[in-house]
């Protein structure tokens, strides 16, 4: 493997001449900088990334911590940040918590050794957002947030999300509306919810606590619980998934009771099911900015480690209601 000596060797330098080429390159004249690019290119030579980052203190890295890669709205928002990322020359360290609070605070602890630029983060644990604060660590939250604490976030209007799905489901005539949550203390299933009632107590139509099912935002307990409600004398005429994983455990529930959508029972999801374009019929659902989520929360910490920043920003992007099929007039 090549070294910087050998780059001065070939290019008949200084070493000095070549470090300064690589950590400040404004300073070197054209002609040296030629020569040393050609030997650079000869020997095949790779810049230590991790001696620049100690000169620069910048390492072009952020980690990315997010709670569940199985699920498709992640999935995509990460692409997102991906794309986005290299406008700005970051590279992305991605980390995984599946909801675990310890897993969390491992990898925001793993983040800060490190030594990222910075953290894109949507936390389970406000434990982990108090870590980061006072760690000094320069972070932003994405799509869960916690009013209470003064940073940065980009977050969907989960509320205005909640009140339109169901006034939609409402003005459609439905008043037993099913509601596939979960246990109601992450912000998105909160402000959802919170939605969801006011609508309700808007249109004076009493809410069925038993039609109101904890599936902690997961596929197979929608699954079960989905035969479990529609088993019931007193069906929901509707449901309303709050997201994208529970409402295909809703429909492959259906499915298998030999029941249909929307003949038998309306579905509302709050994010797009896999599948959508080809599954029929196709579902009306709550669409939340999933590119702009990635690109403001990119725009953001870029703008906090270069210093741009310098008052707190939090943003709401507002969702939209896309119209399929898989909900109909009483």
Same mark, same amino acid.
């Given at each position: 493997?090549?070294?910087?000596?050998?780059?001065?060797?070939?290019?008949?330098?200084?070493?000095?001449?070549?470090?300064?080429?690589?950590?400040?390159?404004?300073?070197?004249?054209?002609?040296?900088?030629?020569?040393?690019?050609?030997?650079?290119?000869?020997?095949?030579?790779?810049?230590?990334?991790?001696?620049?980052?100690?000169?620069?203190?910048?390492?072009?890295?952020?980690?990315?911590?997010?709670?569940?890669?199985?699920?498709?709205?992640?999935?995509?928002?990460?692409?997102?940040?991906?794309?986005?990322?290299?406008?700005?020359?970051?590279?992305?360290?991605?980390?995984?918590?599946?909801?675990?609070?310890?897993?969390?605070?491992?990898?925001?602890?793993?983040?800060?050794?490190?030594?990222?630029?910075?953290?894109?983060?949507?936390?389970?644990?406000?434990?982990?957002?108090?870590?980061?604060?006072?760690?000094?660590?320069?972070?932003?939250?994405?799509?869960?947030?916690?009013?209470?604490?003064?940073?940065?976030?980009?977050?969907?209007?989960?509320?205005?999300?909640?009140?339109?799905?169901?006034?939609?489901?409402?003005?459609?005539?439905?008043?037993?509306?099913?509601?596939?949550?979960?246990?109601?203390?992450?912000?998105?299933?909160?402000?959802?919810?919170? @939605? &969801?009632?006011? %609508?309700?107590? =808007?249109? #004076?139509?009493? !809410?069925? +606590?038993?039609?109101?099912?904890?599936?902690?935002?997961?596929?197979?307990?929608?699954?079960?619980?989905?035969?479990?409600?529609?088993?019931?004398?007193?069906?929901?005429?509707?449901?309303?998934?709050?997201?994208?994983?529970?409402?295909? @455990? &809703?429909?492959? %529930?259906?499915? =298998?009771? #030999?029941?249909? !959508?929307? +003949?038998?029972?309306?579905?509302?999801?709050?994010?797009?099911?896999?599948?959508?374009?080809?599954?029929?019929?196709?579902?009306?659902?709550?669409?939340?900015?999933?590119?702009?989520?990635?690109?403001?929360?990119?725009?953001?910490?870029?703008?906090?480690?270069?210093?741009?920043?310098?008052?707190?920003?939090? !943003?709401?992007?507002?969702?939209?209601?896309?119209?399929?099929?898989?909900?109909?007039?009483?």
């Amino acid at each position: 493997m090549a070294t910087i000596n050998d780059v001065a060797k070939r290019a008949k330098v200084s070493v000095v001449t070549v470090s300064r080429l690589l950590n400040h390159p404004e300073v070197v004249n054209a002609k040296s900088a030629t020569k040393i690019h050609k030997a650079m290119e000869e020997l095949h030579f790779q810049p230590s990334q991790i001696a620049r980052s100690l000169v620069k203190r910048r390492t072009n890295t952020l980690g990315v911590i997010m709670p569940d890669v199985k699920n498709p709205f992640f999935n995509k928002w990460f692409r997102s940040l991906e794309e986005h990322a290299t406008v700005h020359k970051f590279s992305l360290l991605l980390c995984n918590t599946d909801d675990n609070a310890e897993e969390e605070m491992h990898y925001v602890k793993l983040m800060q050794a490190q030594r990222v630029d910075g953290v894109v983060i949507v936390p389970y644990s406000k434990k982990s957002v108090e870590y980061l604060i006072g760690s000094g660590q320069k972070f932003v939250l994405v799509d869960r947030i916690y009013r209470d604490l003064k940073v940065n976030f980009v977050t969907t209007d989960h509320f205005q999300g909640g009140y339109q799905a169901t006034q939609y489901l409402i003005k459609l005539g439905h008043t037993r509306i099913g509601i596939l949550r979960g246990a109601g203390y992450i912000f998105p299933d909160v402000e959802r919810y919170a @939605g &969801f009632e006011k %609508a309700m107590k =808007e249109n #004076g139509i009493l !809410i069925d +606590q038993e039609l109101i099912i904890n599936c902690d935002l997961d596929e197979a307990k929608a699954y079960e619980r989905t035969k479990e409600v529609l088993s019931r004398r007193k069906k929901p005429t509707a449901v309303f998934s709050f997201n994208g994983l529970m409402s295909s @455990g &809703f429909i492959q %529930a259906v499915q =298998e009771m #030999g029941l249909s !959508i929307p +003949q038998d029972v309306s579905l509302l999801s709050f994010d797009e099911i896999q599948g959508y374009g080809i599954f029929r019929p196709r579902v009306t659902h709550i669409n939340q900015p999933i590119r702009s989520l990635g690109e403001f929360a990119i725009d953001m910490i870029a703008n906090i480690i270069q210093n741009k920043n310098s008052t707190r920003q939090g !943003i709401f992007l507002k969702p939209e209601l896309v119209l399929g099929d898989s909900c109909r007039r009483i």
